[in-house]
Structures are given as structure tokens and as C-alpha cells.
């Protein structure tokens, strides 16, 4: 999981965006040049993607439809209307603004892909279906995909769910209680670094059915960071803090809830995020070995087929369904750590 | 609206100290004594000053009565009740401001009132609070938003709102500059005036301690005895640069071995013991 690419952070570029000034700002991207050319860069490559995909001969076989065509149109609309929406202020002028560039560079992939599968043949079938041929894909199994995604969700917000709630209370315990801590931590050292994909043969005998042990193997993989990052959070809250909430007539419960847990947060949301990167691997994992519904599962059976444009679609719909969760996520952060903004950069 | 301040009398604030001693087990095995058999009793209503070089156990001692840190022998009173552990008639105030940074101004100065359960009686006053200490404007703001003073300002309401019999201030103008810090003393000493909260204050500054206190406490260093306690006879509001006032400082700095060339008497702290008091002309 390249967790790591995904901690930039969108929220943070958006927040930037209505002024466009300021060092490394994002929307004097394109400032210094003719204004009409950056506005007409999406719809440009629209029309370019058009007139590829309808005029250039076919050189690999593909069942004729019209699917990626109107696709592409409804595309050059959109865009269209993108780079008109630039001259009006607000929010949604500036966003498109700051976001045509990278609409204009996605349709150009769009293009180089149909170039390198459908126009050329360069790229061998079965393996790299064009757009096109995934679109349609995507559109004849509608149904099952959309059951896919739903069992998967289902699956993975369960295991997360467990694995946050099981970390987050081991944590605490072994952040806070000394004794906790020198019978756990050494335990957590050892069973946290075997990765929650080795214990697929336990899991399976250990748990009445699939569903079961998948979200078993979703919740260790994800225990185990926000347990670690949780009790250091947790045990490395100043001590100036807790004297002075004890001097202010604090019992246990102010001090571990009130005080270490808030003071914990910024690492426990690393925890959090490192969690739903190790839940992303570990459902897949699960889904390809035992549990038989889902993307991952959806993803196998198509590849024993040599459904490849299946593949893609599920590919697709995968990428958005993760970065989704993980732009929600920083939602989460953004209005939950607020306090933070001006004292740390991350 | 005067709460009645947890345990004991609620009239009586004074503080006594008897035959306190702290011994500290150092790593090799060996006692260290910070504080050695220190006897003091502070009135109700009076404001003290602790001075003395660093290793005199000023900010252990500052630990002790807030309950922070029990001592090895010795007792310690506050309105004629032994001090068991923490408590909320005791309030402390470091030279870190220590907000919470994850609260806004208004919910750190409210944080006593709900540790003790409390808030919903008196919600209203958090902003006669806010007020005392000119924050009203900013009692929304979150504390890497203030300056220096404003979060000093700040974490003296969060430890006045509990009406604390006992306030214990270790070096809490320290870290602010000269300007600022000559207009927090103006302010502590009004709040002092109008609530009569025993005070106990930690500084450095001598010029601190003759301006604000009824008394100054001289300590020496390892182990942590009083060299001489000083009565500040200077009528209020107090001038500084009145004659007595520069007289007392003599004094005090004498006592403190920086007036004559060096320390002679006193085993200097290798390395700070001259930081705050001997930096001063």
C-alpha cells in the first residue's frame, strides 16, 4: 500500500486555494501565461480524445460500441464548462482554476492509453484492454461490481471499526498503566510486526465462516499501529500538563480522557492512517484467499477468465474507493485536530 | 459568589511547613537532599517570595505543597489540613504558560470547573474570569494563537478559577520580557489585592520579589535551607527605584554573595546559579 504518497493532503490544497498567491502556490501554476490557453487545456484534450478515439482505425479487435465516445463527450462538456466556470470568483472558480492543468494531463493519458491498446495493438490482448473496452466493462457488470464494492465497504469498515476500537483501548492501557505496559509491550513487539496476511490459515479454522475471520485479519492488521502509535502518544504526554490538571482537581478519568487522550491525538491519527493502509492490503489479501465476495474476489475470478477489462473496471472502482476512504479520513483529522493548524505542518 | 474551596476551614489559607525534608535516590544508588529540615509558615492572605540560587530546591519545595511530590519527612498545612496528595485549593502556575493546546482560551480557563464536575454551576463565571485577565476577546482563540503574556494572562485564570486558597507561582513571569513582565506583576498584584489568596511565588528576580511580596524567603543551595527570611516594609503601591527599594536589593544581593566579587559562603550550582539574580545590574 503506498500509504506513504497518500499523506499529502488534499484538504491542505483545497484550504489554499482562494487565495492564489503565497510561497509554492498552488494556482500562480499558470499565471504567467495566456489565460485562455490554460482555460481551454481540458476541453482541448477532450476534443483531441474524441477525434482519436472516433476518427483513428481500430487496430486491435473490440466489440463496437459507442459507450467511450459519449463518454468522451459528455467529458468535452465538462470541461467546457470547467473552463468557463474560471472567470467567476469563489470557491468554484478557483478550484477550477488550480485543477484544469491535472483534468487536461488525465485526458492526455486517457489518449496515450487508446493509442497504446485500441489505435496501435502495441500493447498485447488480452492483458491491456483500452479505455474503452473497460468502460464498457464496467457498464455491463454494473450489478455485480456495485455488490462487490458494497461487500467489500462492509467488510473493511467492520474489521476498521474493530481493529481502531480493540487499538485504540490497548493503547490507552499500555500507555498509561505502568504495570499494563511491562506485560503488553513486549507482547506487542513480538505479534505486532507479523504481518495480519500470515495468520490466513489460522484465521480460517479459527472463525465460523469468511466474513468472520476476513474482518478478524482486517482488525489485527489494523491493532496493531494504532495500538503502538496510541500508547506512545498516550505515555509521551507532557508531564506539565497532567501537574497541572491535577492541580486543578483532576481524577483518573479527567487525566486519561481528558488530558492524555486529546494530547495523544496527532500521533493517533498516524496510527489511524497507517491502519487503513495495512486494512486496504489485508482485505484484498482476504478476498483473493477465502472470503468470496468482493473487489479482491471479483478482481480473481475475472482474471481466471481473461477478463482483463473486468480487472481494470475493478481496478477503478478500487482507487476510488480507497483514496475515498482516505480523503474522508483527513476530513476527519482536519476537524478533529484544528487546534493544530499554525503549530505543526504535516 | 465565593466558592467554598475543597477541605479544611474555608476561611483559613495559611500555610505551614514543618521539618519538611525531600532526600532524592539518585541512579548510583546514593541520597541526594534537596531540602533539609525547612520549617515556614505563610499567613493567610500573604504574598511570599522564594528566592535562591538553582539547586536550592525552590521549584521541589513549590512540588511539595501543591502535592505534586511528597516530602521524605516533615508535614505540610494548608488551613490546618494535612496535604495528601493534589487538590484543587492549591492552584500552580508554571513559567510554561502549559495550555492545553487542543482547547480554546475559554475551555482551558473553564478545565478546573469541569475536573471537578462542577461547570454547570458555575458556568457564568469563566467569563467574569476571562475579564479579570482581559481576555474577552480572545476566549475563542487557541493558545498557538497567543502571545507570551496573553497565555500567562490565560493560565493564571485556569488556576484562579477554582478560588484556590494557596496559589503557587513557580517563575511564572520568567520567560516573558521586561515590559510585559513589569505589567503581569501590576496584574498578579491586583488580583492578589482584591482576592487576598495566599501566594507563594518562585522567582529568580530580586527586583520581582521586593516589588511584589510581603516577604522574601532567602534559600541556599544543597541541601535547600532558609538562609534568611526578609520582611518588605515598602508601603503599596511600591516604587521601584524608591531608596528603601535599592537599599533592600543591597541587601539581599549581599546575602546571596553577588554583591561582593563572588560567592564565598554558599557552594555555587555549577553553572546556574548565577542566571537570574546575579544577571541583574
Redesign the interface.
Known sequence: MSSASQVMDPAREEAALPDDSGPAGPGDFFEGRPRPVAALAPAGAALLALLVHVFLPDRQFSPPSRLYAWFLSALLAGSLVMGGLRWTRGRLGAWCRYRSPLVAGAIALLILWDLATLKSGWLPQPFFPGPGQVLAAMREDAGPLALSTYHSLRLLLSGYAAGVSAGLVCGVLIGWFRTVRYWGMPLLKVIGPIPATAYVPLAMVMFPNAFLSGAALIALAVWFPVTMLTSSGVANVPLAYLDVARTLGAGRAYLIFRVALPSAMPSIFLGLFMGLGAAFLTLIVAETLGVSSGLGWYLKWKQGYLEYAHVYAALAIMALFFSGLMTALFRVRDSALGWQKGVLRW | MVIPA?GGRADDSSLHLRDVAKAFRKEDGSTMTAIERLTLTVAAGEMVALIGPSGCGKSTLL?MI???ERPTSGAIHVGGQPIE????E???M?Q?P?L????SVRRNIE??L???GVLHRYRGEVDEYLKLVGLEAFADA?P??LSGGMAQRAALA??LI?HPKVL?LDEPLGALDQFTRMRMQDEVIRIWQARRTTMVLVTHDIDEAIYMCDRIVVLSPRPGRIERAIDVPLARPRQRNHPRFLELRAEILEMLHFADGGPTGVAPAPGGSASGAGGRP
Open positions: 475543597a512540588r501543591a502535592g505534586l496528595g493534589p487538590g484543587a492549591r492552584g500552580l508554571f510554561d502549559s492545553f493546546p487542543w482547547k478545565s478546573g469541569v475536573a471537578r487557541y498557538h494563537q485556569r488556576a477554582n503557587l
